[in-house]
């Protein structure tokens, strides 16, 4: 039995028959080490990701520890909503999917607009990942007992506002890190209305949210640089791991808890250390802003008329 106060990774259940879609599976990153852990339990674990060798990659790396495991590729950019249309119509052939975790995001990026006219770290935080939940919806009513995970951050504490206006017009001066910090915000807004949906609906869905504290990957240096070696992109890659009191691995902890405990909808788990930086993962709550009802709706509202898709 799960022990909410104290997790860890020997209470991950037996997962075979359970297919589970991960975003963001970059070899070293939290989506890959929550990948590594699904199929080292059994899960039919679909990796997806921006281009079909770095998912590869994430598949030998993998398959080097579960020679057995049950893997399947899905090529998905969350900046490029066209992007997430095809996977979706791709992962229609997978049948019914028990747990989506939405893990894939970029951090403090330069200014940068998308195809579809958005902010580069909203789109790929937020609007993919609504758009693809939508797109897969239907599949996860078919598990009968889906749920949905969305991975924000602490980092969602130092937005000042959530981010409602309009998506295609820039608000003021870009700044990257209270943009993250919205779009992490966002994650919550979108988990907990998305929750209420579905209950309202009487759907057999769940809407989680997750947050590994302070974690040694990547996703600084590729946000300010593009890549995480060569020049000043290894020099802030290695300081972020030399800080970091998290280890990639233990910062996917809270998503793995998430997406497999028997926990209600709506629950947010993170860290049990101090601030929430490190720890073995327990239930948390977010701050004041993610729990506004009307910021929540608000936003679900932005967000179907910039995608084009309305659900549950």
Do not use: C
């Amino acid at each position: 039995m799960t022990r909410p106060d104290r997790w860890d990774p020997a209470d991950l259940p037996d997962l075979a028959g359970r297919t589970i879609v991960v975003t963001g599976t970059t070899v070293g990153g939290l989506g890959h080490h929550t990948s590594l852990e699904l199929a080292r339990r059994g899960a039919r674990v679909v990796l997806t990701g921006r281009s079909p060798e770095r998912i590869a990659e994430t598949e030998r790396a993998i398959l080097d520890e579960v020679p057995t495991a049950t893997l399947e590729a899905i090529e998905l950019d969350l900046a490029d909503l066209s992007s997430v249309r095809r996977a979706a119509a791709t992962a229609a052939a997978l049948g019914s999917i028990d747990v989506l975790v939405n893990n894939a995001g970029v951090m403090g990026t330069p200014y940068r607009r998308t195809p579809d006219g958005l902010e580069l770290q909203m789109a790929t935080n937020h609007f993919g990942p609504f758009l693809l939940t939508g797109l897969l919806l239907p599949q996860l009513v078919a598990s009968a007992d889906g749920r949905v995970v969305s991975v924000s951050s602490q980092m969602h504490r130092i937005a000042r506002s959530a981010p409602l206006g309009d998506p295609l017009v820039q608000q003021g001066r870009y700044r990257p890190w209270p943009t993250y910090g919205q779009s992490k915000l966002a994650n919550l807004l979108f988990a907990y209305e998305l929750d209420r949906r579905l209950r309202q609906a009487d759907l057999p869905v769940r809407a989680l949210a997750a947050h590994p504290g302070f974690a040694s990957t990547h996703l600084a240096a590729n946000g300010q640089y593009g890549r995480s070696s060569g020049g000043i992109a290894s020099i802030l890659d290695g300081a972020i791991k030399l800080v970091s009191p998290n280890t990639a691995a233990q910062g996917a902890w809270p998503t793995l808890m998430a997406a497999t405990a028997d926990l209600p909808g709506a629950t947010y788990v993170g860290p049990d250390g101090l601030a929430e930086w490190a720890g073995r993962p327990q239930v948390v709550t977010s701050n004041k802003r993610s729990y506004d009802e009307t910021a929540q709706r608000r936003l679900w509202e932005i967000s179907e008329r910039t995608t084009g898709i309305t659900y549950p």
